[in-house]
Every structure is written in structure tokens, then in C-alpha cells.
């Protein structure tokens, strides 16, 4: 086990966020309601691993833009992650090509335990662009969910 602390952030089993959360843009059962980042916060989180599947190719990044991280924490406005926050990409696996998978997760900072694992299994840590680019927005999903992190696009 981790020891660190867990969070539903849909707020199916979590009342101050089914209560408070942020209000989905559209309706799919279930999720309709976000933790907040402030929420995270204040709760205490360090990691958020959520959507989507992972990254091919990490090389190619040397930063994630707030754009690309929509899947990872969608309906929430990304523009209140603390300063501190990174990118922190997880091994998947590899293909039979070769090619690294990971899969992004966001981590919040300030925890030891996750810092000694990083550096222990050499973990790419990447910032966090604050910017949105209409290309990583291409369904129409990401889009709607984006709204409040992008919303000039």
C-alpha cells in the first residue's frame, strides 16, 4: 500500500465533492461532478492518475501544456494547480517496436515518499505548460471538458 491519500474525485463515494465539486459541462451518469484542485489540496493529495491511456513516445515532450493534461483531470480548471505541480510520467510498458509507453500522471509535490520513488525508479518529471493549444483539443469530448481550463479556444 501507499499510505497516500486517496480521493474520489467524482464524488461518488466522496460527499464534499458529489456537494461541491465542479459542475461537469454535460451529463454522463456518474460524472457530473470534479474535485477541485484546491480540494486535492486541501485534502492532501499528491498524485492524480486519472484518463487517459498512456503516452506514446514521452521523448517527444519536454512539458505538458495545460491542453494536454485535460484528459488526465478533465471539467476542473487546470489553471489552479499549485505552482509546484508537475508532470511526473509512469512506465506502462514498451512495445514490441521499441517504443516507451508511460502515462502521466500529475503530481501535486511535497511528499517524500513520492520523491524518493521517482529518484529511486528514475521517473521523468516534466513541468507544466500554462498554456492551451487547439490541437490537443481534437474531439469533440475534449473539447466540451476543456471549457474551463481553455476557454479561449
Known amino acids: 500500500f501507499s499510505d497516500l491519500e486517496t480521493v474520489d474525485m467524482l464524488g461518488l463515494a466522496d460527499a464534499e ?3 461541491n465539486g465542479d459542475d461537469a459541462q454535460m ?3 456518474g460524472h ?3 474535485a477541485t484542485p484546491r480540494y486535492l489540496e486541501d485534502r492532501g493529495v499528491d498524485l492524480i492518475i486519472g484518463q487517459p491511456g498512456p503516452t506514446r513516445d514521452p521523448q517527444r515532450f519536454d512539458g505538458y501544456r495545460l491542453s ?3 484528459e488526465v483531470y478533465p471539467v476542473t480548471d487546470l489553471r489552479e494547480l499549485p505552482p509546484e505541480a508537475v508532470v511526473v510520467e509512469l512506465p506502462a ?3 514490441r517496436d521499441g517504443v516507451d509507453i508511460v502515462w502521466p500522471t500529475i503530481y501535486l509535490g ?6 524518493e520513488a521517482i529518484e529511486r525508479n528514475g521517473w521523468a518529471v516534466k513541468p507544466i505548460i500554462e498554456e492551451c493549444e487547439e490541437a490537443d483539443l ?3 469530448l475534449t473539447s ?3 471549457d474551463r481550463t481553455c476557454p479561449d479556444l
Do not use: H, S
Not at 110 to 115: F, Y
Open 17 to 19: 465533492v458529489a456537494r
Open 27 to 29: 451529463y454522463y451518469p
Open 32 to 34: 457530473v461532478k470534479m
Open 68 to 70: 494536454q493534461l485535460v
Open 93 to 95: 510498458t514498451t512495445t
Open 110 to 115: 511535497g511528499n517524500e515518499l513520492v520523491d
Open 138 to 140: 481534437q474531439d469533440w
Open 144 to 146: 466540451v471538458v476543456a
